[in-house]
């Protein structure tokens, strides 16, 4: 085996060249490239590059609440601390997660619901564009398209890549049939990293 001699700062550089390498005949959507490269750099997983969906105005979306000083809410507390917060200062944003607030444990606790579900309702009173990055909870989303259903909420973009079996294809075709822009890893694959990596590539076109 040979060992690649890489200095620590071209390391990410070098990964997304072997990623350019390894794509082969696949050809990616430039406007999508980056965002589908950085969930492959943190997957290592190239499934990814068929799996990804994007409404047609996703990225545009997207980038322009991250202009407009965007918050970011996510579903887990993972995904919160993965999103470059330097990064995302510069831009004027903010990143949320209310999964340890008490009050949202409490109505979870009243309602019989999970606390994923319960964050999604208090989403509702925050102002201003609004990225919601959903990647654990297919009750998020799937609660977040009932309410974007009922005109209660108006997020500039969804992120829906939850992982697991029970209800998470589902919770993800349910999103694609809204009326709001999203990003979609479709099937059964996902997660918090992929949901804050996806941020990140945003966040990066802008400030990088």
Known sequence: MKIEHIAPADIEKRSMEIIDQELGNITLPEDKRDIIKRVIHTTADFEFARTMRFSDD?????????????????????????????????????????????????????????????????????EGPLIIAIGNAPTALLRLAELIEADQIHPDLVIGVPVGFVNVIASKEAIMKCHVPYIVATGRKGGSAIAAAICNALIYRLTR
């Open 58 to 126: 996703a990225v545009a979306r997207g980038l322009d609440a991250l202009k407009r000083g965007a918050t970011i809410l996510t579903d887990t507390n993972m995904a919160c601390t993965g999103i470059s917060a330097v990064s995302l200062k510069k831009l004027g944003g903010q990143k949320v997660c209310y999964m340890a607030d008490p009050e949202i444990a409490a109505i979870a606790k009243k309602n019989g619901s999970t606390r994923a579900t319960a964050s999604m309702d208090k989403a509702c009173d925050i």
